[in-house]
């Protein structure tokens, strides 16, 4: 059964610092591919960092320069390190995976808060 576990979700205020962990279980995490996406009510997801089984990552423009995409095969965890966090980008924040056969699969999600 494959499941992920994301954490790292709070309150913090603007400029601050959160690190969000997907744990993952079930599956090949090592030639899996991740994502961050956020979600706030009214609005689609949107797709926030992705890093390939290689490491290779993309970031949204709002997001470059505060957010680092990591991932850690030996612990099969990726994670989303945000620094000088915005009211804006408060939000609900999901971890995706992707298998090699292209296969998805969604956390459950953290709730992102940022006070101004």
């Known amino acids: 059964q494959v499941r992920l576990v994301e954490s790292g979700g709070g309150l913090v205020q603007s400029g601050g610092s959160l690190r969000l962990s997907c744990a993952t279980s079930g599956i090949t995490f090592s030639v899996a591919s991740m994502a961050w996406y956020r979600q706030v009510p009214g609005k689609e997801r949107e797709l926030v960092s992705s890093?390939?089984?290689?490491?290779?990552?993309n970031y949204a423009d709002s997001v470059k320069g505060r957010f680092t995409i990591s991932r850690d095969n030996a612990k099969k965890t990726v994670y989303l390190q945000m620094s000088s966090l915005k009211p804006e980008d408060t939000a609900v924040y999901y971890c995706k995976q992707t298998t090699s056969r292209g296969v998805t699969y969604w956390g459950q999600g953290t709730q992102v808060t940022v006070s101004s």
């Open positions: 890093i390939s089984a290689s490491s290779s990552t």
